[in-house]
T-cell receptor
């Protein structure tokens, strides 16, 4: 069964505005990690942000922040002040145990 | 730091050929490496997890005799697609991590495999 769910196949945002990409997950583990990666059309996977299940504060990395709601099992990515270079696929991923497993992804398009 | 190099970037070959893809961690020792497969417009699907010096653990549905994985050292893992056919055409991405729970996996740039 799919454990990481990204319900938005595609999203559009105006340049300089903020956008939220949704991610929900399912796990019975108490210890797990949540990650967001960006994949431009060239294919490389770029790590954006990490949230541990025991972290009490939401993670932030520059323009990226993670809205972590543990009880709801959601880990939404917020990108502030969108730039044209943010247009890409965005994958939410979860680690329980060893390997990362990915959601289906959301294609973000930033409009000028 | 934490660079993963994957080679080759592109492979085009005839059906029936075996293809080897290399994945190297350049500036760290990777206790565990991972191989993913990605079809166009789809997500990354984990194929296998390999630990240095031991046999790889394959995901359900992945043919271990088709996709041979060798992790001979802490900096090198290889994926060999044996007797490749057109349906094996895909984007293959390797990944590596140091064994600490909050560290991200570092990814290679991927290999686009096209079987004619």
């Amino acid at each position: 069964a799919q454990k990481i769910t990204q319900t938005q196949p595609g999203m559009f945002v105006q340049e300089k505005e903020a956008v939220t990409l949704d991610c929900t997950y399912d796990t019975s583990d108490q210890s797990y990690g949540l990650f967001w990666y960006k994949q431009p059309s060239s294919g490389e996977m770029i790590f954006l942000i990490y949230q541990g299940s025991y972290d009490e504060q939401n993670a932030t990395e520059g323009r990226y922040s993670l809205n972590f709601q543990k009880a709801r099992k959601s880990a939404n990515l917020v990108i502030s002040a969108s730039q044209l270079g943010d247009s890409a696929m965005y994958f939410c991923a979860m680690r329980e145990g060893i390997p990362l497993r990915f959601g289906a992804g959301t294609r973000l398009t930033v409009k000028p | 730091g934490a660079v993963v190099s994957q080679h080759p970037s592109w492979v085009i070959c005839k059906s029936g050929t075996s293809v080897k893809i290399e994945c190297r961690s350049l500036d760290f020792q990777a206790t565990t490496m991972f191989w993913y497969r990605q079809f166009p417009k789809q997500s990354l699907m984990l194929m296998a997890t390999s630990n240095e010096g031991s046999k790889a653990t394959y995901e359900q549905g992945v043919e271990k005799d088709k996709f041979l994985i060798n992790h001979a050292s802490l900096t090198l893992s290889t994926l060999t697609v044996t007797s490749a056919h057109p349906e094996d055409s895909s984007f293959y991405i390797c990944s590596a991590r140091v064994y600490t729970s909050n560290q991200p996996q570092h990814f290679g740039d991927g290999t686009r495999l096209s079987i004619l």
